[in-house]
């Protein structure tokens, strides 16, 4: 009987190959979608749980409450440490310092080398101690964290000792230059960090040797001193509940950050190692931070797509069930009953979904190498493992069932007589509407995507050609240690640069106009107590204004100097002090911290200061020659490639010691926003699939219908109807479908992207026009899928319509 069945079953799928087909595109296509998706999900919500007992670890976190609002930072104070493990000693504790732009110098096994291969890192370089990898347990392949206790000792991890030294077993016991300031000797070698995790470690150099060396490394003992580049992790033991470690933390924090009137209150957060990757309210050390609600979007665009496939099995099996009446009339005759009619149609579905499955997975093995750029996944990914495969056939047997059950159930409940007498119509298989139902919901879902892909593009769009209030285009920015050696050559470097044809501008500075820094500071204004909000502050030489296009509202800039002497303030920190007109404040004078007064000789148009996600913050521009860690050169647009080869010419003149690094200025703002590209892209691909799997459903649906109205279509004809007509009377159908599908669609994206919107502090409107290009793209679109089934059926010759009456 079952070897009848798959006979049957085969028979049937190559009888009616146009519709076998389409089946298993539909359910391919939308298979493979829900893979993919479910290898990026499933990568991001894996982050750091490889490390043993995650589930213990904390990160300790800091929230300032002020007039102005709360603010968090991952960053505490450096002495922070050294309390917590005095007032909290069942913990263990540990902290990493991060230093990025780093370059390394090989020395190999002579410490007093002078030159070796140089190399920037741009990340991953950390100072800690060796209670810290007690806390995040990371594997080593030789030594142990107790290496880390000592000073001027280094661990690498596997591929970076590769890189330096040839091969991992060959680096321990060489030495390693770091910044051209500190020699280490390395004593270490961790296994290479997996790249889902927040901790993307490369280079960890003793925490001591930070301390002894705080001049290069920044070290900074005061408690009043706070960077998300020093942070502190935790291990709670197994019988301590997590609230009563926090109770312990409040009290700690009311200890060391008493309340003082006025003033900013500090206190101290515990969050946990698994919220690490998705608390977008302070910075981890990985790449990136994944929101979850954008998992939970791209989670579910996968049940959408999958839904849209079932919807069009459904409609492409009923309408090719009339086609197979007689046959389920012979087979009840014949002593069929219906549960055995049921099941082989369940077995025929079984049988292409099985066939799309199996093309799923080729079609995903193909998109697999592209899933970088869709997703900020630096690890090869594999769809052959258990994990993926159980998905996978969970998703086969979902599908299975509720694209088979409901044609199974129609197909064996037809009546013997009717089925044999060919009198089957749209009511014996449930009628028309639910087949229209579920087109609305295909076409709610599909244009729900394109609302949501315009918008997103349309933000990007905007956020591209957005005016940050200075001028990105075409300037070089190259990054350095802030080091004596540096500024002594400064000056000559700059003339040097000058001279080039291709140049325009130069200025030092501690950093451009708009970047992810955040320094910031206490400070007070006109000889009262501090204010009650900080200032951020940017140092930077007098060129600093022409080289970047900066705008003066009043007053001037200052003039050359080593030292803060004179202060440019932007209008956002004009308009905070409430002083109503920037020139009343030249002349004023301001004092960071307890340092001495320095005058306000100029006033600045506001810039973007950050990523446009955030509003212009509150800004101080000076000079202060020991932070230049970059140097900006604007350039002519006219041979790029050469002026840069001639730039690096010049560095490695001026400076040999030093490894070249530089980067174009619009190209790190275009990094700003590498998530919401990589969103916009999302929608774009998984548009294009429910348009593509929608059209499926449309030509089922259509399909269904002429072949229902075929007697109806010839008795027109016959009466004189044009193929025009006949045309128009499928179009109103679908036409009214999608109009009523766009009704359900439009509010709910527009709600969904309005939320995506509001993590932007400069967004575009949601206009009209939007909704009206959704609508008229998936009238195209429509029009075009049912224009060429409904011509055919126009074209038939009456005759054979009516033949059978």
């Not at 009563?244 to 009137?261: C, G």
């Amino acid at each position: 009987m079952i070897r009848n069945y798959f006979k049957v079953a085969f028979r049937n799928i190559s009888r009616y190959k146009g519709f076998t087909l389409l089946n298993v595109l539909g359910l391919a296509v939308g298979i493979a979608s829900c893979i993919l998706l479910f290898l990026v999900v499933r990568y991001e919500l894996s982050y750091d749980k490889f490390l043993p007992g995650h589930e213990s670890v904390y990160h300790i976190i800091t929230k300032d409450k002020e007039a102005s609002g709360e603010e968090y930072t991952s960053g505490v104070p450096f002495p922070l440490y050294d309390a917590i493990k005095v007032d909290m000693p069942d913990l263990k504790a540990g902290s990493l310092f991060s230093s990025f732009g780093s370059q390394m110098t090989v020395l190999g096994n002579d410490p007093n080398a002078v030159v070796g291969k140089k190399f920037i890192e741009d990340g991953g370089v950390f100072y800690g101690d060796g209670n810290v990898f007690n806390v995040l347990q990371f594997p080593w392949l030789t030594g142990s964290p107790a290496v880390l206790d000592e000073p001027n000792m280094t661990v690498l991890t596997q591929g970076i000792a590769d890189k330096y030294f040839g091969s991992w077993q060959s680096a321990v016991g060489q030495y390693i230059r770091l910044d051209n300031a500190i020699t280490v000797k390395v004593a270490g070698i961790l296994k290479d960090v997996p790249g889902n995790s927040d901790f993307p470690f490369k280079v960890v150099t003793s925490f001591v040797t930070a301390k002894n060396n705080a001049g290069v490394s920044g070290y900074d003992p005061r408690w009043g001193s706070t960077t998300s580049n020093y942070q502190v992790f935790v291990r709670k033991p197994d019988n301590m509940p997590e609230a009563q470690l926090a109770t312990a933390l409040a009290a700690f924090s009311k200890k060391h950050f008493p309340d003082a009137p006025g003033k900013t209150k500090r206190e101290v957060l515990l969050q946990s190692l698994s919220e690490l990757h998705f608390d977008t309210r302070v910075e981890n050390f990985g790449d990136h931070i994944t929101n979850r609600s954008t998992l939970w979007t791209l989670s579910l665009i996968g049940v959408l797509i999958i839904t849209m496939a079932c919807i069009n099995f459904i409609n492409l099996s009923t309408a090719q069930a009339i086609n197979r009446s007689k046959e389920v009339g012979i087979r009840k005759v014949l002593g069929g009953n219906r549960m055995s009619l049921f099941w082989q149609m369940m077995g025929e579905t079984g049988i292409i979904v099985f066939i799309s499955v199996v093309l799923a997975l080729a079609i995903a093995l193909v998109c697999l190498p592209f899933i970088s750029h869709v997703a900020s996944i630096s690890d090869k990914l594999s769809i052959f493992t258990p994990s993926v495969l159980l998905f996978t056939l969970l998703a086969a047997l979902l599908v299975t069932f509720l694209s088979g059950s409901y044609p199974a159930l129609i197909l064996s409940g037809f009546k013997p007589m009717l089925a044999l007498k060919n009198k089957i119509t749209s009511a014996s298989v449930g009628g028309i509407s639910l087949r229209r139902g579920l087109v609305v919901l295909q076409f709610s879902i599909s244009q729900a995507l394109i609302i949501c892909t315009i918008i997103a593009i349309s933000q990007m769009n905007s956020v591209k050609n957005a005016d940050l209030g200075f001028n990105k285009d075409a300037v070089l920015v190259m990054t350095s240690n802030a080091d004596s050696v540096i500024f002594s050559k400064q000056s000559a470097f700059k003339q040097d640069l000058l001279a080039m044809n291709g140049v325009e501008a130069v200025s030092f500075s501690s950093d451009v106009p708009s970047s992810e820094n955040n320094w910031s500071a206490n400070f007070a204004f006109d000889h009262k107590d501090d204010e009650d909000f900080d200032v951020f502050m940017k140092f930077a030489d007098e060129d600093y204004f022409k080289t970047f296009g900066l705008q003066l509202l009043a007053g001037n800039r200052y003039g050359q100097s080593d030292t803060i002497k004179d202060v440019v303030v932007n209008e956002k920190m004009v308009s905070q002090l409430g002083v109503k007109n920037p020139a009343d404040i030249i002349g004023k004078e301001m004092r960071i911290g307890r340092n001495s007064w320095k005058t306000i000789v100029g006033v600045v148009k506001d810039f973007k200061t950050n990523s446009l996600r955030e509003d212009v913050k509150p800004l101080m521009i000076a000079s202060r020659q020991d932070r230049y860690g970059c140097t900006s050169i604007k350039l002519k647009t006219s041979n790029l490639a050469q002026i840069r080869e001639d730039i690096q010419r010049s560095w490695d003149k001026f400076y040999p010691q030093y490894a070249y690094d530089s980067y174009f200025m619009d190209e790190s703002i275009e990094g700003f926003y590498q998530q919401e590209n990589q969103l916009s892209l999302l929608y774009k691909i998984f548009s294009v699939i429910a348009i593509l799997i929608s059209c499926l459903g449309l030509y089922g649906l259509v399909s269904f219908m002429a072949v229902q109205r075929r007697k109806e279509i010839g008795v027109r004809k016959v009466l004189g109807a044009s193929v025009a007509h006949v045309v128009y009377l499928f179009s109103k159908e679908f036409t009214i479908l999608i109009l009523v599908g766009f009704a359900i669609a439009a509010p709910l994206a527009w709600y969904v992207m309005n939320q995506w919107l509001g993590d932007f502090k400069y967004r575009i409107d949601i206009s009209v026009w939007i909704f009206a290009l959704a609508i008229l793209v998936s009238v195209v679109i429509a029009w075009i899928t049912v224009g060429y089934k409904s011509v055919r059926a126009a074209l038939v010759n009456p005759v054979k319509s009516l033949r059978s009456e």
